[in-house]
């Protein structure tokens, strides 16, 4: 099993930046790609960036050159930074990590809110 622990989200003005932190524990061996969704209430949950153990990273285009995702594997733990924050930024984000057998496990969320 693997436990997810997001921190990091609060509330910034448009334009702020946020830190989001997801550490890992448990089978962390069995962690392939690590990433962050977002959701709003009523819709569905979104992809931000995810990041291989290799490295590779994918963003979704709402936050491509605003938000970088990285990856502590000695700390088992991966990173959002968001710039350049705007309201629609604003959702309850999940720190998402899957394994190589395609077991995949979530975080509890942590809110970011961005005021006009």
């Known amino acids: 099993q693997v436990q997810l622990v997001e921190s990091g989200g609060g509330l910034v003005q448009t334009g702020g930046s946020l830190r989001l932190s997801c550490a890992a524990s448990?089978?962390?061996?069995?962690?392939?790609?690590m990433g962050w969704y977002r959701q709003a209430p009523g819709k569905q949950r979104e992809l931000v960036a995810t990041?291989?153990?290799?490295?590779?990273?994918n963003y979704a285009d709402s936050v491509k050159g605003r938000f970088t995702i990285s990856r502590d594997n000695a700390k088992n733990t991966v990173y959002l930074q968001m710039n350049s924050l705007k309201p629609e930024d604003t959702d309850v984000y999940y720190c998402?990590?899957?394994?190589?057998?395609?077991?995949?496990?979530w975080g509890q969320g942590t809110q970011v809110t961005v005021s006009s």
């Open positions: 998402r990590a899957s394994t190589w057998i395609n077991r995949v496990h």
């Open positions: 990041i291989t153990n290799g490295g590779t990273t």
């Open positions: 448990g089978s962390i061996s069995s962690i392939n790609t």
